[in-house]
């Protein structure tokens, strides 16, 4: 499956756990990748974290000859950049790629956030072994991004420790929200959720934890499919993605707090590794993409 260089908005989810990666035939239907989503406009490719699922995206972007990119980090832990060394196209030449951030401008620049990571002890090279032309961004919450013609990225400080950015990107119409790793204790994030995901086509949200494993855990900036729910029918939002799932999450127990979200929120369903939507005058489910080997 290859989208068109049109007005089409598209939504690829690469990675959809959340903590650590996953393995085992009972993870499987799921997947086990950390957090990637790629939602293209047009023919522009926009990456939301670079979590281990940013591996298959690189391999499939470079099968298509793709040498463009935007990256968005919503947060430095882990589990939403480990991925990025093995981005095949930070190899290719040709490439050119901007890696943005703002979760914590006065902690960390995006550039400082690529260089701490990739460095010994614990990695066995540097930024500088990428062959395409990178250039790293800085942006402050609040700030709306413009990265080609036609696109719009709003972005608000979420609900997390150490910092998170939400983003709302709206292309031809149509409108996804991915917001990750957030709580629900501050109201003024709150209200940027809400305003993020306001009559979105999508909202891409942390889905961690059930309602019986929350209480007691509010200070890790997480969140349920109910409260998912809920800001999904406050914003009259179509469609809840309930992502980052729990590593210990199995396929059988994400398809049985799938049901439950759908009992109260119709347009619900939990995202899996390999889903892709396109948005444009109807929204479509377009299935499973090929899992490049
Ligand atoms: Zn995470
Ligand atoms: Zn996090």
């Not at 540097?126 to 990265?147: L, N, V």
Request: glycine share 10%; charged share 20%.
């Amino acid at each position: 499956m290859q989208p068109p260089a049109d007005g089409v908005l598209w939504v690829t989810f690469w990675g959809v756990r959340g903590s650590i990666p996953t393995a085992g035939p009972e993870y499987q239907a799921t997947g086990g990748n950390t957090a990637c989503v790629e939602i293209r406009c047009g023919a522009h490719v926009l990456l939301f974290d670079a979590g281990t699922g940013v591996r298959k995206a690189g391999i499939a972007l470079a099968r298509e000859g793709v040498t463009a990119f935007d990256i968005f980090l919503s947060h430095s832990h882990y589990d939403h950049i480990i991925g990025l060394p093995f981005f095949a196209p930070l190899f290719d030449p040709q490439a050119h790629g901007t890696i943005w951030s703002g979760h914590a401008p006065s902690v960390a620049t995006t550039r400082g956030i690529v260089e701490e990571l990739l460095r010994p002890p614990f990695f066995p090279a540097s930024p500088t072994m990428f062959r395409a032309s990178i250039a790293y961004k800085d942006f402050k919450a609040g700030d709306i991004i413009r990265p080609a013609a036609g696109i719009a990225i709003d972005t608000a400080q979420l609900d997390h420790p150490g910092g998170v950015i939400g983003y709302r990107v709206a292309f031809g119409g149509s409108a996804v929200a991915y917001l990750t790793d957030t709580g629900t204790r501050s109201e003024d994030a709150n209200k940027a959720a809400l305003r993020l995901a306001d009559r979105a086509d999508m909202v891409i949200y942390d889905c961690m934890y059930t309602e019986e494993e929350a209480p007691g855990r509010a200070e890790f900036g997480h969140s349920t499919w109910k409260q998912g729910a809920e800001l999904c029918r406050t914003a009259k939002a179509k469609r809840l993605a309930m992502f980052h799932h729990a590593p210990d999450r199995d396929d059988a127990e994400v398809s049985a707090l799938e049901t439950a979200a759908r009992s109260e929120f119709a347009g619900a369903f939990a995202a899996r590794e390999g889903m892709q939507f396109s948005f444009s005058a109807k929204d479509e489910l377009l299935g499973a993409v090929a899992s490049p080997s």
